[in-house]
């Protein structure tokens, strides 16, 4: 039933580790993002997708590379974690044009020790 | 570019107070205005919308307005609970979209 859902919610890995954070909307949409949420609770987005088409990469370091197989799925991979990766990862969707309300998935919380 | 400013916390009240969290924001054309409410260990959670100017969003008690002469979507509530104990988000959309957040307001209602 849930709308957006992303796996896992919760992440403990060593420095240097590769891993992966699921995401899955069943909502329909055509938009999708990844957004960092950091100990202060600050957002920044980090990948935006729209029908498996890669619109907007910010500035982040290119150990994260977000994949979407299909406009229902966006994976997030990361290289090589250091420790200022550990924040909470939320992925989101959306439908068409602005203005339309966007979604989040519970998140996923990382830690990298 | 487009942006959104909100009021800096922690906001701390007690039960049954008034609450306002303002919210400014910086757009080029005619924005969507949000607010969206994360509650601890949770993700974040439409809490009301507006699409134009002057429309009122409202949603559990909580309304916002449409300002565009004073670029503005303040957050108020007349009476809140310890249930409303929450970060809660201004963002704005453009046509382009893209979603801008504000940095977030921490509200604490105690007993």
């Known amino acids: 039933d849930t709308a957006v859902s992303q796996t896992p919610k919760y992440l403990v890995t060593q420095m240097g580790n590769d891993k992966s954070i699921k995401c899955e909307q069943n909502l329909g949409h055509d938009t999708m993002y990844w957004y960092k949420q950091d100990s202060k609770k600050f957002l920044k987005i980090m990948f935006s997708y729209n029908n498996k088409e890669l619109i907007i990469n910010e500035t982040v370091p290119n150990r994260f590379s977000p994949k979407s197989p299909d406009k229902a799925h966006l994976n997030l991979h990361i290289n090589s974690l250091e420790l200022g990766d550990s924040a909470v990862y939320f992925c989101?969707?959306?439908?068409?044009?602005?203005?339309?309300?966007?979604?989040f998935g519970e998140g996923s919380w990382l830690t990298v020790v | 570019g487009d942006s959104v400013t909100q009021m800096e916390g922690p906001v701390t009240l007690s039960e049954e107070a008034f609450l306002t969290i303002n919210c400014t924001y910086t757009?080029?054309?005619?924005?969507?205005l949000f607010w969206y409410v994360q509650y601890p260990g949770e993700g974040l959670q439409l809490l009301l919308k507006?699409?134009?100017?002057?429309d009122k969003g409202s949603n559990k008690g909580f309304e916002a307005t449409y300002r565009k002469e004073t670029t503005s979507f303040h957050l108020e509530k007349g009476s809140v609970q310890v249930s409303d104990s929450a970060v809660y988000f201004c963002?704005?959309?453009?046509?382009?979209?893209?979603?801008?957040f504000g940095t977030g307001t921490s509200l604490t209602v105690i007993p």
């Open positions: 989101a969707s959306s439908q068409g044009p602005a203005g339309n309300t966007i979604y």
């Open positions: 757009a080029t054309g005619y924005p969507s």
């Open positions: 507006a699409t134009k100017a002057d």
């Open positions: 963002a704005l959309s453009d046509r382009g979209n893209q979603f801008y």
